[in-house]
């Protein structure tokens, strides 16, 4: 049995590898901010302290296990009238949005991003549930989709 999403030939087109990096740089900050927020409870002489930082520890620690798993399972199939998107291991989101509806394509770079050379691809309907984000695409590739979006919206919402 074949899924309905996917289609003969056309394979999904996952995100960079470097995005992993980026990722796991975002979680060693949030980590290092979580742990000093435990300073407090040792400052007050909370004997329950080191518990908390060791449970902040871990729970950064799982995550950057998991970390490139979630990243392999993001990615985006361009098809004859929509695009594709899923996310997710566990908790799995699979989108389509048809080129019609397209209102706003947008490629975001943060700092982090720039040094990576990698990118971030936003497109927005009319309805704002379907709102995709596809993050860790390199630089070139995240220009010419969004390229290659803008005229299949245009197109499409023409009447071509």
Do not use: H
Not at 107 to 122: C, F, H
Request: proline share 6%; charged share 20%; glycine share 8%.
């Amino acid at each position: 049995m074949t899924n309905r999403l996917d289609l003969p030939g056309i394979a999904w087109r996952s995100v960079s590898p470097k995005y992993v990096v980026s990722e796991l740089l975002g979680l060693v900050v949030t980590g290092l901010v979580l742990a000093g927020a435990t300073a407090p409870l040792y400052l007050i002489g909370w004997d329950f302290a080191p518990w908390v930082t060791v449970a902040v520890v871990v729970f950064v620690l799982v995550q950057a296990a998991l970390t490139p798993r979630r990243v392999r399972a993001i990615g985006y199939q361009l098809r004859d009238d929509d695009l594709v998107f899923r996310r997710g291991v566990l908790l799995q989101r699979l989108v389509a949005v048809p080129y019609g509806r397209m209102q706003l394509v947008d490629i975001n770079r943060g700092p982090l991003q720039r040094a990576l050379k990698l990118s971030e691809l936003r497109f927005v309907t009319a309805a704002a549930s379907t709102g995709v984000t596809i993050p860790g695409l390199p630089e070139d590739e995240a220009e010419e989709l969004r390229d290659r979006l803008v005229a299949l919206a245009e197109s499409r919402r023409a009447g071509l």
